[in-house]
């Protein structure tokens, strides 16, 4: 019959969308308040009107009803807003008051019904004990039950709006943990880099240094254009693999050899940006760099179902745990991966690494297919 009084609350314009589109009906306060109101009253005085009606339709009957209603609504527009400065005030005063406010408007409303009824059916209008008090229990519940739907409408809209707030929170933190994870790889791949680039500086072989400096820019101008919690889809992923690989070619040459095998159907799946950048890398650490003849890394995209399966793997001599838990750089990037697949689709994904006892290394990775832009849109 009512919600929250149009004076404390703030009205906010729904923004503009699909007209068919569902909208809460809380969305918009002040309008969610009048319609309430409205239907509220208007169910009451029909209520009423289908009971003095069933005992012999009269004007006498049905117009001191109708009083009652439009009483009824305008003592509870002037409840709403007492209601809604009571809340603003302390707890104890607050409900001592709105106590006494709803006593108060108890006696006024049946004083007024009393007056109304003995106007139109008496000779002798007034308000007499009898009339007060068979009108006391009506108004009281009327008014009661009003009240409690009030406060009960308030209390579940701030329930919902701490609610929000908690999930609004929830999603910074998210994104700020994503994002942090994300800014880890930065520092970790330009060092090797840049310690490549020394290294070609000191034996004077400026071409390849210059050619890589080339790459190394363009590789961070990709880095840096998109945000760090953006998903980006298969197809730049892999594009993005390749000029990393481009880079790390021009330190080992023929001794680095990479392959790629990908599902065209999968190339429009979206996955978070650089998540196999860190694979790559620990592969050409582990596998290319012991060996003198090299390795090859391959990198498997396939669609299983609605799956993406996505494969790392080697040929150079394993990785074992002992090994795998002492490197500060295969923890960094193993672990962030996992994390960075918990945060963007909790449990709904699977991480798998095993090193075959023949040798080689690798890294299975199975999360949702999806098309949607599940963060930002990658630039």
């Known amino acids: 019959m009512a919600m929250h009084s149009p004076v404390a609350s703030s009205t906010a314009s729904p923004p503009a969308s699909d007209p068919l589109s569902v909208r809460p009906f809380f969305e918009n306060k002040a309008r969610a308040f009048w319609t309430l109101q409205a239907a509220g009253w208007s169910g009451y005085l029909v209520l009423r009107s289908v009971v003095g009606i069933s005992n012999g339709f009269s004007l006498e009957k049905i117009i001191p009803v109708i009083i009652e209603a439009i009483l009824g609504y305008c003592i509870t527009l002037l409840l709403s807003t007492l209601y809604g400065y009571y809340r603003r005030i302390p707890r104890i005063m607050g409900v001592f008051l709105t106590l006494a406010t709803l006593a108060a408007a108890t006696f006024l409303y049946a004083a007024l019904n009393a007056f109304s009824f003995s106007f139109i059916t008496t000779t002798q209008p007034g308000v007499t004990v009898t009339l007060l008090i068979g009108n006391l229990f009506i108004t009281f519940v009327v008014l009661a039950g009003w009240s409690a739907l009030y406060f009960a409408i308030n209390y579940y809209l701030i329930v919902e709006s701490q609610i929000d707030e908690m999930r609004a929170l929830e999603l910074q933190a998210s994104s700020a943990q994503l994002a942090m994870l994300r800014y880890q790889l930065n520092p970790h791949f330009l060092f090797n880099t840049l310690n490549s680039i020394s290294t070609l500086v000191l034996l004077k072989q400026t071409e390849r240094a210059n050619a890589m400096l080339s ?67 620990n592969a050409i650490k582990y596998a290319v760099t ?83 832009n599940v963060n930002r849109e990658a630039a």
């Open 290 to 372: 012991p060996q003198e003849e090299g390795a090859e890394i391959r990198v498997d995209v396939r669609l299983v179902g609605q799956r993406v399966r996505i494969a790392v793997s080697d040929t150079g001599p394993g990785l074992h745990e002992t090994r795998h838990s002492s490197s500060v750089s295969t923890g960094v990037g193993l672990s962030n991966i996992r994390e960075r697949l918990a945060q963007a689709y909790g449990p709904d994904h699977r991480f798998e690494s095993r090193s075959a006892p023949a040798g080689g290394y690798s890294v299975e990775i199975e999360i949702p297919f999806q098309l949607e």
């Open 215 to 281: 790459r190394l820019s363009a590789f961070l101008r990709y880095t840096l254009a998109n945000e760090p919690t953006a998903h980006v889809t298969v197809a730049q992923e892999v594009e993005t693999l390749k000029l990393y690989l481009e880079i790390e070619k021009m330190r080992f040459e023929d001794r680095l050899r990479p392959s790629f095998e990908i599902d065209p159907r999968a190339e429009r799946a979206r996955l978070p940006s650089l998540l196999l950048q860190p694979l790559v890398e």
